[in-house]
């Protein structure tokens, strides 16, 4: 959009229209289903559909610096595309640890707000360390840039995931952590796409995401990188408008949740 078609055109037109009305579709046929493959109507709790909606916005975060940092190295940098992907390894190591961590928090404590509060928070910032990258970057940098961002993720998955299993029914979890998961796919597919039609969009004519093409069309690669970076940044910044609100939404709606010894401790408290 906006490249091979303008926005106005009959296929662009045709084709968002077609995505809104298979979306109409979609919904009324799971409103109808015996045995629906998501459950929409656990939206209704306001614990749910916030969370639902924090996981779609940190899957969206995640999967576009999983694909635009290592394309930023390997075309404004000049990296190989081993080299580029692994800057990323920083990343997943904060998540991994961070993911640990809260597991551990959440089953001493039995408490999710003060990471669902502190996760999109290290988030944010981590995407704004992204958003400082520019042509004179170096993959030591980005590696070390990523590691934050691998943080934030990881302080605040598992909470959204817990905070919707604790909201619904027993019988209803399961289908309820699809739902998650069904969040976090659209929210990274909706995301990563966007930011593709910016970088799109913000690229030259005669220009393309790919390292061969740099220094090509009569420009020097150092020019070439500078016009890449130029093009790939406001994604990044519009990454970084999609963490800024995963926090006062979760602050909205993920509260603290009893942890099951916690209320049985309770309960034989009382009983005595």
Known sequence: GGRSFAWTSPTELATLVGAVLAWIAFAIAERRAVEPILLF??????????SVVCYALG????????TYVPLFVQTVVGTSATRSGLVLWPQ????SIASFAVGRFMFRSGRLRPMAL????VLFAGVLMLLRMNAGVTSGQVARDTILSGIGWGLMAQVFIVSVQNAVPRSLITSATALMVFSRSMGAALGVAAMGALVNHGLPPGIRLDSQEL??????????????????TPAFLLTACAAALVLPIAAYGVRNVVHAKDEAASVAVEAA
């Not at 109507?41 to 916030?50: D, F, I, K, T």
């Not at 502190?118 to 928070?121: E, I, N, R, T």
């Open 215 to 232: 220094g090509r069309g009569g420009r020097s690669p150092v020019a070439t990188r500078e016009l890449l970076a130029h093009a790939i």
């Open 92 to 95: 997943f190591l904060g998540t």
């Open 41 to 50: 109507s656990a939206l209704r709790e306001r614990a749910v559909a916030c």
């Open 118 to 121: 502190l996760g999109p928070f």
């Open 59 to 66: 899957g969206w975060v995640m999967l576009g610096s999983i």
